[in-house]
């Protein structure tokens, strides 16, 4: 669940603030500053009702180019870059080499509970920590080989994720995204996977659904996409796909959307596309999104979808997700679905547009995802004016960063880092 930066040129009037729940709606003042809602304490009961609903209640002003379902032409992602060269060859000896391939087992924790977990090619529990890309469309540029050196030897991380947004609207009324200027696009996530392989990390590679929010909206693409993907990458164990980051029933262009819902939406759409995935690549492991923004990994797991090595996310932002959001994930677990924190932020789940960051709430979940083995990554790489960003608008694009070029969510990102290393 996230809401983006606060700089003219790459606002975006998407934001977890705009929750059905609540009736709440965003406004983007056309090239100016998102105007975000304060999240509500959410519900604990019922069990399976939405989790968080902020308070925003201003019309939303902003007027797009075309809504979420709209005629877009089919993205043909295996001719879009036909002379890209091929995956480079993956070294002997890395993180990756050492673990190899990655599978759902199991973890004991401390109390002698066994719970669903990732594990490597021997079986022996594995937690993966690293940090995710913000939108390759607005910082691709952050990725490359320094930056991505830069995260694995200082910063520790072992998995990097490379979110590529397919739909997302600035403050000027342009949509960007993948649907609509697929092969830059594309190239960042070839250059994040290739990186990642070169440098022995593991990678996520996010079909980041937020704005576009039943991914039912653009399966078909979808299905074209991960069919190219997993047939470029199969036989590679770094590889690991995330289909839809975070469904949602948002109001984001919509005063009265349709719900989504695991059970109408979110299942039909994983079923079809973990199909496409596992025709190409039979063993790597597939994250799927669930209801309310990735918050219901419990939702999924009363009805899973069949087959191995999947997993189910769960997102947080610690200014407004608690205790009842990690009480949906102790039930996933404890129905058996492993579950995997593909996004999390020390902010508000705004993003942080007031540049409030709560370490303390952060260290909390953290700690939980210690206790079950449950891997993660931080939002986000960026240079951005929001207080989830880990680098400062003037920090350098070539990494080796000092540390008066990190945000305060960067800082603390690092020395987490480095801790899990540390303990492992």
Not at 143 to 167: C, E, G, I, Q, S
């Amino acid at each position: 669940m996230y809401s983006p930066i606060k700089t003219s040129c790459y606002i975006k009037c998407l934001t977890a603030s705009f929750l059905i729940v609540s009736g709440a709606l965003s406004s983007c003042k056309g090239g100016g500053e998102a105007t975000i809602g304060t999240p509500e304490t959410p519900p604990v009961e019922p069990e399976l009702s939405q989790d968080s609903a902020p308070n925003n209640e201003e019309e939303n002003e902003g007027e797009l180019k075309t809504a979420p379902g709209s005629d877009v032409a089919l993205v043909d992602p295996a001719n879009l870059l036909p002379d890209y060269p091929s995956p480079p060859e993956a070294p002997e000896v890395s993180y990756v080499a050492e673990h190899g391939q990655l599978s759902v087992g199991s973890f004991t924790r401390a109390d002698k509970t066994e719970v669903p977990s990732l594990v490597d090619k021997n079986g022996d529990p594995i937690q993966l920590t690293g940090i995710s890309s913000h939108g390759l469309q607005w910082f691709g540029e952050l990725v490359n080989p320094d930056v991505m050196l830069t995260l694995r030897d200082d910063w520790k991380a072992n998995v990097f994720r490379a979110a590529m947004y397919t739909y997302a609207p600035q403050g000027d009324g342009q949509l960007v995204g993948y649907l609509f200027d697929p092969a830059p696009i594309l190239t960042k996530v070839y250059e994040s996977v290739d990186l990642a392989i070169e440098l022995g990390l593991y990678v996520i590679i996010d079909w980041h659904i937020l704005y576009d929010n039943d991914p039912l909206l653009y399966k078909a693409d979808a299905e074209a996409f991960f069919d190219h993907i997993s047939k470029r990458y199969a036989g590679y164990d770094n590889v690991i796909y995330e289909i839809a980051n975070e469904p949602n029933n948002g109001q984001y262009n919509d005063p009265d959307p349709s719900p989504v819902t695991w059970a109408d939406n979110i299942k039909p759409y994983a079923e079809d596309v973990v199909s496409v995935i596992r025709a190409n690549d039979p063993d790597n492991i597939i994250i799927i999104g669930n209801d309310t923004w990735s918050q219901r990994p419990d939702t999924a797991a009363l009805d899973p979808v069949e087959g191995e090595n999947i997993m189910y996310s769960i997102h947080f932002y610690a200014c407004t997700h608690e205790q009842n959001i990690r009480d949906n994930v102790s039930r996933a677990l404890a129905a058996g679905a492993a579950v995997f924190s593909t996004e999390w932020g020390t902010s508000a789940a705004d993003g942080g547009q007031d540049g409030t960051v709560c370490l303390d709430k952060t260290d909390v979940w953290l700690d939980f995802f210690d206790e079950n083995n449950i891997s993660w990554l931080n939002w986000s790489l960026a240079n951005a004016e929001e207080s989830s960003a880990a680098l400062k608008p003037e920090a350098s694009q070539d990494g080796g960063w000092a540390a008066d070029e990190l945000n305060e969510s960067g800082q603390y990102l690092r020395e987490r880092l480095i801790q899990e290393e540390a303990e492992r």
